[in-house]
Nanobody, 120 residues
Framework: QVQLVESGEGLVQAGGSLRLSCAAS????????MGWFRQAPGKEREFVAR????????YYADSVKGRFTISRDNAKSTVYLQMNSLKPEDTAVYYC?????????????WGQGTQVTVSS
C-alpha cells in the first residue's frame, strides 16, 4: 500500500523559509497528482498547493501564491513544498496527500502531518 511520510517540520521567524518533503512508498507516485494541505488549531483543513503527475501543472491557494512553491522528483518519489516569506498565519500542521490517476481531485492517501510554526 501507499505510505506518505512528511519531514521538515520546524520553528521559524516571520519572513523566514522552510522546505517540507513528503516521501512516498508504493508504485503509484509517478502517475499521481500530489497535494499539500494544512490545518491550523481550531480551523478546518485547507488546500495549499497541488502538482500534476508530471510536474507540468501547479495550483496554489491565494493565501500562499507567490510565496510557496510545490515541486516533485518522481525518481525519488518525493514531493516538496518550499515556503518563503513565512507569516505567523502559516502556522499549522502540514499534510501531503496523493490523488492517484483517474481520481481527479480525490486524495486517497494522506501523510501523518508535520508541524510548522512561524513566530512573529
Amino acid at each position: 500500500q501507499v505510505q506518505l511520510v512528511e519531514s521538515g517540520e520546524g520553528l521559524v521567524q516571520a519572513g523566514g523559509s522552510l522546505r517540507l518533503s513528503c516521501a512516498a512508498s508504493g508504485r503509484t507516485f509517478s502517475s499521481s497528482a500530489m497535494g499539500w494541505f494544512r490545518q491550523a488549531p481550531g480551523k478546518e483543513r485547507e488546500f495549499v498547493a497541488r502538482i500534476s503527475w508530471s510536474g507540468g501543472s501547479t495550483y496554489y491557494a491565494d493565501s500562499v501564491k507567490g510565496r510557496f512553491t510545490i515541486s516533485r522528483d518522481n525518481a525519488k518519489s518525493t514531493v516538496y513544498l518550499q515556503m518563503n516569506s513565512l507569516k505567523p498565519e502559516d502556522t499549522a500542521v502540514y499534510y501531503c496527500a496523493m490523488a492517484p490517476a483517474g481520481r481527479g481531485f480525490e486524495y486517497d492517501y494522506w501523510g501523518q502531518g508535520t508541524q510548522v510554526t512561524v513566530s512573529s
